[in-house]
């Protein structure tokens, strides 16, 4: 339910601010407001939302949503020793997944006259939020049940691009993602499209 939230709020927010400036893209404006969507592979498949303000076409401030795909999880080999031909209670699914609130800032290096092409180096704060199944014997020890546990952990996020405008209100991106916590370090590589008031013609 948040996730369908940060993604209606986020949708709303790029609307209306490709509707107000798209009009005034020939101004020679020298701060932009876009959004960007992304598809993340490294340890676990991963989805990136987010928004980026640029100041002067030389800083950038940037907010994001990055959540994990759920993957299923089995009681370990020790916990399965623990009673005798166990099996599950339940036909729900364990699974593991984890999310991350994020707010970047950065320097935009241009690559050419054109802006066509520009290097994104960029790093900051996020809370990083963890779902992971805790397994316990029921029945007699004879089956077990899941309980889904919640925790939160301060992570920094290292997330250089290079970014690409195609145009002035589209364009797309390549690079990697690290997201470091006390819970994990997550690595992965990241391609996107880029959506609203990316570049000045």
């Not at 949503?65 to 729900?92: H, Q």
């Not at 390549?174 to 609203?196: C, F, W």
Request: aromatic content about 8%; some cysteine; overall charge positive.
């Amino acid at each position: 339910m948040k996730a369908l939230l940060l993604i209606t709020v986020f949708s709303l927010v790029t609307l209306v601010s490709h509707a107000q400036w798209t009009d005034q893209t020939t101004a020679m404006k020298p701060h932009n407001l876009y959004s960007s969507g992304e598809y993340v592979v490294g340890n676990q498949q991963a989805g990136n939302i987010g928004l980026s303000y640029t100041y002067n076409n030389k800083y950038i401030v940037s907010v994001g949503y990055t959540a994990t795909f759920k993957s299923a999880v089995s009681p370990s080999d020790n916990f399965l020793k623990s009673g005798s031909n166990i099996t599950s209670a339940t036909s729900a699914e364990p699974f593991e997944n984890a999310e991350n609130l994020h707010m970047m800032v950065g320097r935009i290096l241009s690559l050419n006259h054109k802006k066509s092409m520009r290097v994104v180096l960029q790093a900051g704060p996020g809370i990083a939020t963890f779902r992971e199944p805790e397994f316990a014997l029921v029945n007699s020890n004879s089956q077990y049940n899941f309980e889904t546990k919640t925790s939160k952990k301060l992570s920094l996020v290292l997330n250089p691009k290079l970014e690409m405008p195609l145009h002035s209100t589209v364009g797309c991106s390549v690079g990697p993602m690290v997201v470091v916590n006390s819970n994990q370090t997550y690595i992965g590589a990241g391609i996107g499209i880029m959506y609203g008031l990316i570049r000045n013609n």
